[in-house]
Structures are given as C-alpha cells and as structure tokens.
C-alpha cells in the first residue's frame, strides 16, 4: 500500500465526515429556522389578540435564507465586497 492510497483513503473518510457534519448543521438550522417563525408567530398573536389582520400575507413577506442552494449543490452567498480566493478548488472525491 502506497503512501497515495493512504491518503485518498483518508481523504475519502474525511470528505463522508465533512459531508455528515454539514448534514447536521443543515438540520439544526432548519430546527432553529422552525422555532424562529413559531415564536414569531406567538409574538404576533400576543401584540395583536383579537386577529384584526387586514392582509395576514400581504403584511411580512415570507422569510427568507440568506444562503440559496443552487444546482449543483454549493451555497450562494451574498460578499459584501470584491473578496479574491485563493488557491485551487479541489475537486471532492467519489
């Protein structure tokens, strides 16, 4: 066993432990996400108890992330400048 089939194995195992830690953060933002709009929604039914809505929908818009999957499965991101990366995207291993 070479020194480069240790470290594609490694490589491998690292990407699945990445992959299933990102999984959880992703769970735990939408939980968080979850509670967030209930309890904004508690809060909105205590400030305004009797329903006097005129428009429930038309008043807030939906709320948004701040960060979009798009196609091919990377996060959009909003920069807040001209911000240059550095160095080569690697390519993840399958």
């Known amino acids: 066993m070479t020194f480069g089939d240790l ?3 490694w ?11 990102k999984e959880k953060k992703e769970e735990a933002l939408l939980k968080l996400t979850t509670r967030e709009r209930e309890i904004r929604k508690r809060i909105e039914d205590i400030s305004d108890p009797h329903g006097n809505r005129s428009n429930e929908n038309s008043s807030q818009p939906p709320l948004k992330t701040t960060n979009a999957k798009v196609p ?6 909003k920069s807040t400048g001209d911000i240059s990366k550095k160095g080569k995207k690697r390519k993840a291993p399958t």
């Open 11 to 21: 490589q491998t195992v690292r990407y699945k432990d990445v992959c299933k830690e």
């Open 72 to 77: 091919n499965g990377h996060v959009k991101t």
């Open 7 to 9: 470290f594609f194995r």
